[in-house]
C-alpha cells in the first residue's frame, strides 16, 4: 500500500500536485464544454438552414400549386376585362372587314359579351411582368425557330431518304425550369413543331419527348429552347432558386454525419 | 361522365382559344344575312366553344359562367324570337316571316327592314342551337344525369 503510493506520487504527494490535477481535469472539463457547444450551436445553425430550405421548397410547392390551380391572378378582374376587350374588338374589326356604325355597334355588343363571358380564361395567371417586352421576344423567338424546323426538317429528309435510315427512336424525359403553364405550352409547342421531336406529355414539370434519333435527342438536350423560352417569359431568375433547394440535401447529409 | 382533363397543353391552349371562338361564333350569326353561314353555324360554333370548355375545365367552371337555368332559358328565347318576329310580320298582315312587313315598326324601307328581320331571326336561331347542341354534348357525356346527383347517390366525380 505504501509502495503503491510511492510509485504514483514519487515525490510525497503534495497539495501541489493535487491541485495540478484538480487544474488539468477542469481544463479539460471546459474544453469539452465549449466543445459540446459548438456542436450544439452548429447543429442549430443547420436545423436552421434545412427548416429554412425546406419552408422556400414548400413555398415553391405551393406556388407551383397555385400556377396549376390558376388562381395565380395578378391583375385585376376590371384590367383584364378591358384588355380582353380590346383585343377582341380587334378580332371583330379583322373579321367584319365592315367599318359602318351599326356593324361596330354590334361588334362592341359582342365583344362585351364575350369579354363578360370570359375575361378570366385568357389571363388566367399571367405572371409579373411587361406584356410588350414578353410581345416583342416572342416575336424574336419566330426567326430563330422557323430557322430551327427549316434545319431539322432537312434533317429528318436526310433520316428518310439515305438507304440506310439510321434513325434510333428514343423517348427521353427531362425536367423543365420553366414555371407558368403558358411557357410550358410554348416550349411544348415548340419542340412538337420541330421535325424528329414530339412533345408526348407533359406531368409534374417533367417533359416526356419522342426523338426520332441519337443527334435530335442531343440537340434538345442542350436546353436551348429552354432557355430561350424562360427569356421570353422573364422566368430566368428560377435558376438561384433551385440551387438553393439544392444546398438542403447537402445540409440533411451533413446533418447525419454529426 | 366526361372528366376535366389534366394535360396543361390542352387547357392552356383552350384557355387562350374560347374567347376567341365565342367571338368568331356571334361574328358568322351576327353577319350571316349578307355572308356565308348563320345561325345555325355559329350556334353550333359557340356551343362547340362550350364543349371545349367542358371538356377541359370541367363542369363546375361552366356551371359558374353559364348556369344550366340561363342555358334553357336562352333555348327558350330563342325560339321565341323566331316565332314572335314570324308572327309579328303574320299580325301586321304579311306572311309568316315576311319581313318586309317591319318595315311599319322600325320605321326604315322594306329593303333594310327584310335584312333587319333576317338578322333577328339568326339570332334567334343562334341562341337556340347553342343551348341545344351544348344540353345534348352534356347528356350524352353525363348519360342523362347531373354531376350534382351523381355526387349525391355517391359515385366518383370523374367516372368515365
Known amino acids: ?258 | 361522365m366526361i372528366g376535366k382533363s389534366d394535360d396543361i397543353i390542352i387547357k392552356t391552349i383552350a384557355r387562350i382559344f374560347v374567347p376567341f371562338l365565342q367571338l368568331y361564333a356571334l361574328y358568322v350569326i351576327m353577319h350571316g344575312h349578307y355572308s356565308p353561314g348563320g345561325g345555325f353555324q355559329g350556334g353550333v360554333i359557340l356551343g362547340a366553344s362550350m364543349a371545349l370548355l367542358l371538356i377541359t375545365h370541367g363542369y363546375d367552371e361552366l356551371k359558374r359562367r353559364l348556369p344550366e337555368g340561363v342555358l334553357l332559358l336562352l333555348g327558350s328565347l330563342g325560339v321565341l324570337i323566331y316565332a314572335g318576329i314570324g308572327l309579328l310580320c303574320l299580325i301586321l298582315g304579311g306572311n309568316y316571316l315576311d319581313y318586309s312587313q317591319l318595315s311599319v315598326i322600325l320605321g326604315v324601307d322594306a329593303a333594310h327592314a327584310r335584312s333587319l328581320g333576317i338578322l333577328g331571326v339568326e339570332l334567334g336561331v343562334g341562341f337556340t342551337v347553342m343551348a341545344i347542341m351544348y344540353s345534348i354534348f352534356f347528356d350524352i357525356s353525363t348519360g342523362g344525369i347531373l354531376p350534382e346527383d351523381q355526387r349525391r347517390e355517391g359515385r366518383v366525380e370523374g367516372e368515365r
Not at chain 1, 427548416?51 to 390551380?69: A, G
Open chain 1, 1 to 258: 500500500m505504501r509502495l503503491c503510493r510511492y510509485f504514483l506520487y514519487p515525490t510525497q504527494p503534495g497539495v501541489i500536485e493535487a491541485m495540478e490535477v484538480t487544474l488539468f481535469i477542469h481544463a479539460a472539463d471546459d474544453a469539452f464544454r465549449i466543445l459540446e457547444n459548438a456542436k450544439a450551436q452548429a447543429v442549430g445553425l443547420l436545423d436552421t438552414a434545412t427548416r429554412l430550405t425546406s419552408e422556400t421548397r414548400w413555398m415553391e410547392e405551393k406556388k407551383l400549386q397555385t400556377i396549376l390551380k390558376g388562381a395565380h391572378e395578378t391583375r385585376s378582374g376590371i384590367q383584364s376585362f378591358v384588355i380582353t376587350f380590346v383585343m377582341l374588338m380587334g378580332f371583330w374589326a379583322l373579321l367584319s372587314g365592315k367599318f359602318d356604325a351599326f356593324h361596330l355597334s354590334l361588334g362592341v355588343i359582342c365583344s362585351l359579351i364575350v369579354a363578360y363571358l370570359s375575361h378570366d380564361l385568357l389571363f388566367a395567371n399571367v405572371r409579373v411582368g411587361d406584356g410588350r417586352v414578353i410581345v416583342r421576344r416572342f416575336l424574336a423567338f419566330i426567326p430563330w425557330l422557323l430557322r430551327e424546323i427549316i434545319t431539322s426538317n432537312f434533317y429528318v429528309a436526310y433520316l428518310a431518304l439515305s438507304p440506310k435510315m439510321p434513325i434510333d427512336p428514343q423517348i427521353m424525359r427531362f425536367k423543365t425550369k420553366l414555371e407558368s403553364d403558358i411557357s410550358w405550352v410554348v416550349l411544348a409547342n415548340s419542340i412538337t413543331l420541330t421535325p424528329g421531336t414530339v412533345t408526348i406529355d407533359i406531368a409534374d414539370r417533367e417533359f416526356m419527348v419522342h426523338a426520332l434519333d441519337r443527334k435530335t435527342a442531343a440537340g434538345l438536350d442542350t436546353g436551348e429552347m429552354e432557355d430561350r423560352v424562360a427569356h421570353i417569359f422573364m422566368e430566368a431568375d428560377h435558376i438561384y432558386i433551385q440551387d438553393v433547394l439544392d444546398v438542403s440535401r447537402i445540409f440533411a447529409e451533413l446533418k447525419r454525419g454529426m
